[in-house]
């Protein structure tokens, strides 16, 4: 969990048993994999709006005729 905290989320918890603490564990996972899918679909949005302004900007630059 601290390295997690620290920013490495490709750790997970190796879970042994299906008791209070294996339960954390497989949750944890679980976050980890959600935080991960997330944060690569703000990255892919965020390079599409960049490309979005970079054609506005050259509409602009380049205007039709």
């Known amino acids: ?3 997690a905290e620290e ?3 490709s750790v997970a918890m190796n879970v042994k048993y299906s008791d ?3 339960q954390l564990g497989k ?3 679980v976050m980890l994999s ?3 899918k997330l944060m690569d679909k703000v990255f892919e949005e965020q390079q599409e709006i960049r490309k979005a ?3 506005a900007l050259q ?7």
Do not use: V, W
Not at 59 to 65: D, E, G, R, S, V
């Open 7 to 9: 920013g490495n989320l």
């Open 27 to 29: 949750s944890f996972n």
């Open 1 to 3: 969990m601290r390295k």
């Open 53 to 55: 302004e970079f054609k």
């Open 59 to 65: 509409a602009q630059i380049n205007p039709h005729f």
């Open 20 to 22: 209070e603490r294996g």
């Open 34 to 36: 959600k935080i991960g």
